[in-house]
């Protein structure tokens, strides 16, 4: 039996809605994959936890592009450390300064970064930790230039503080004198 020609001008629009309708929930569904996938290979480290005392060292893998990524907190908000050894010091976006509870002290300073110098300024972050290690009152910078990112430099003045270890992809952190 046929199908009159009105049904079928009505359920043309309808499965080419469909259609679309599919579509874009297929690309939905890509994107929520694919977006995963690159949070992974962009930060491998991020599964790990704060763990005061938890052990004596914590191991990272390095990302695809070169960089050790750590989950960690400052003043018990969660943040992303970047292993910085060619930043002097803690460096923070200016915009975070605020949400966790930090303030500038003293006048402005000029920074040198890989991007060139930045007018900054000095704040004194009361508890940073990550993985095992818990360091209090620590000199950081709050750099405006950063503001683009909510990546935290932890810089030499954490790290002199550790013993590192690098192994291929591997970097092994551990107290000094454990």
Same mark, same amino acid.
């Given at each position: 039996?046929?199908?009159?020609?009105?049904?079928? %001008?009505?359920?043309?629009?309808?499965?080419? &809605?469909?259609?679309?309708?599919?579509?874009?929930?297929?690309?939905?569904?890509?994107?929520?994959?694919?977006?995963?996938? !690159?949070?992974?290979?962009?930060?491998?480290?991020?599964?790990?936890?704060? +763990?005061?005392?938890?052990?004596?060292?914590?191991?990272?893998?390095?990302?695809?592009?070169?960089?050790?990524?750590?989950? &960690?907190?400052?003043? %018990?908000?969660? =943040?992303?450390?970047?292993?910085?050894?060619?930043?002097?010091?803690?460096?923070?976006?200016?915009?975070?300064?605020?949400?966790?509870?930090?303030?500038?002290? &003293?006048?402005?300073? !000029? =920074?040198?970064?890989?991007?060139? #110098?930045? #007018?900054?300024?000095?704040?004194?972050?009361?508890?940073?930790?990550?993985?095992?290690? =818990?360091?209090?009152?620590?000199? +950081?910078?709050?750099?405006?230039?950063? %503001?683009?990112?909510?990546? =935290?430099?932890? &810089?030499?003045?954490?790290?002199? !503080?550790?013993?590192? #270890? !690098?192994?291929? %992809?591997?970097?092994?952190?551990?107290?000094?004198?454990?």
């Amino acid at each position: 039996m046929d199908t009159p020609p009105r049904e079928k %001008d009505m359920a043309r629009p309808m499965g080419r &809605g469909m259609a679309w309708l599919a579509a874009l929930a297929l690309i939905g569904v890509l994107w929520l994959f694919f977006e995963g996938v !690159q949070d992974r290979r962009t930060n491998p480290n991020r599964h790990l936890t704060v +763990a005061p005392g938890a052990s004596s060292e914590l191991v990272l893998k390095r990302n695809p592009a070169g960089h050790y990524l750590v989950p &960690g907190l400052i003043n %018990d908000q969660p =943040v992303t450390f970047m292993l910085d050894t060619g930043a002097t010091q803690v460096a923070l976006p200016a915009k975070m300064g605020a949400q966790l509870g930090l303030r500038a002290i &003293g006048p402005p300073i !000029q =920074v040198s970064t890989a991007n060139g #110098t930045v #007018t900054a300024r000095m704040t004194l972050i009361d508890e940073l930790a990550f993985g095992p290690f =818990v360091l209090r009152q620590t000199h +950081a910078t709050l750099n405006p230039g950063m %503001d683009d990112d909510d990546i =935290v430099l932890l &810089g030499m003045n954490v790290l002199k !503080q550790l013993e590192f #270890t !690098q192994r291929g %992809d591997t970097l092994i952190l551990k107290a000094l004198g454990q």
